[in-house]
């Protein structure tokens, strides 16, 4: 069974939401999730980038590209990029 939009949003709320040991509160990631960006407001680097995209890679079980990820900046970017290479190529049950 493929993975539901619901399911991956909530996947990658609690994959960012625990990042670089942050901690940072998953109801006020969904609640912001369009307005909050990875670089400027989870103070993510480029290593942070790599090691997210492996996070998220392994969690749903797709492959995202660097020409995919290169036009993610915020959080709802990364849930609409994941959903969707979800919804095409199946993820993790």
Avoid: K, P
């Avoid at 990631?29 to 997210?52: G, T």
């Avoid at 492959?63 to 959903?83: R, Y």
């Amino acid at each position: 069974m493929a993975l539901s939009d619901t399911d991956v949003s909530g996947i990658v709320f609690r994959i960012l939401a625990d990042y670089g040991g942050h901690n940072f509160d998953v109801d006020e990631l969904r609640s912001n999730a369009a307005s909050v960006y990875l670089s400027a407001d989870l103070s993510f680097d480029s290593l942070d980038h790599v090691e997210c995209v492996i996070d998220l890679e392994d969690a749903l079980g797709v492959v995202i590209d660097d020409d995919a990820w290169a036009g993610v900046e915020t959080v709802a970017e990364v849930i609409e990029l994941c959903q969707r290479l979800v919804r095409e190529h199946g993820g993790a049950a």
